[in-house]
């Protein structure tokens, strides 16, 4: 089956600490986004790419890094820069770029110790 | 500033009830508008509107965009428990790799 697999489904980081959510997708996507969603509030973009070796900022990149070495492959890192990293964060995939459907995957909650 | 504004944030109905979902959005160089369901983890793809006036169905899911008052209705007509859901709007954007989210309506759906 196609689709968007995230892991791990719950993190947890200690202060300081550096830790990366993956993100893989199998449906031959070119583009690939990671959002971030808090209770209350719609999904706000940290960082997108739509090709290998290239991504853009989103709204609120600032503590965040990813990199795109593969088609199938946009891991996220949540730096010790990004003071507030608890929430739920969501990845996504379209077949070539935005404003065409998003398919997501089950997502990771990230919690600070 | 572009937004996207849902209402209401939360809704609590019992089965066979008829739902309407609201979504307004204000974004420059509107260029579509997306329904989405979210019953645990991941979104699922709904609906996509960009003309005006048409409605999309599937099964008791409608919706329809209203592009001059800039709004979008979903409509869930005989709700089951298995509609219980976070449902976000979405408006994307030309020359823009965003899409502006809603913050979701919370639907519950009691037996």
């Known amino acids: 089956d196609g689709g968007i697999t995230q892991s791990p489904k719950y993190l947890f980081r200690k202060e300081g600490q550096n830790v990366t959510l993956s993100c893989e997708q199998n449906?031959?996507?070119?583009?690939m986004y990671w959002y971030r969603q808090d209770p209350g509030q719609g999904l706000r973009l940290i960082y997108y790419?739509?090709?290998?070796?290239?991504?853009q900022k989103g709204d609120i990149a600032e503590g965040y890094s990813v990199s795109r070495e593969k088609k199938e492959s946009f891991p996220l890192t949540v730096t010790s820069a990004q003071k507030n990293p608890t929430a739920f964060y969501l990845c996504?995939?379209?077949?070539?770029?935005?404003?065409?459907?998003?398919?997501f995957g089950s997502g990771t909650q990230l919690s600070v110790l | 500033e572009d937004k996207v504004v849902q209402s209401p944030l939360s809704l609590v109905v019992h089965e066979g009830d008829t739902v309407t979902l609201n979504c307004s959005y204000e974004?420059?160089?509107?260029?579509?508008l997306l329904w989405y369901k979210q019953e645990k983890k991941a979104p699922t793809f709904l609906f996509m509107l960009?003309?005006?006036?048409i409605e999309k169905k599937s099964g008791r899911l409608s919706s329809i965009l209203d592009k001059k008052e800039l709004f979008s209705i979903l409509n869930i007509t005989a709700t089951q428990t298995g509609d219980s859901a976070i449902y976000l709007c979405?408006?994307?954007?030309?020359?823009?790799?965003?899409?502006?989210f809603g913050a979701g309506t919370r639907l519950t759906v009691k037996p």
């Open positions: 996504a995939s379209s077949i070539s770029g935005m404003g065409q459907k998003l398919f």
């Open positions: 449906l031959n996507h070119d583009a």
């Open positions: 790419s739509q090709i290998v070796n290239d991504f």
């Open positions: 974004v420059t160089n509107f260029r579509s």
């Open positions: 960009t003309s005006s006036g």
């Open positions: 979405a408006a994307s954007i030309y020359n823009n790799n965003d899409m502006r």
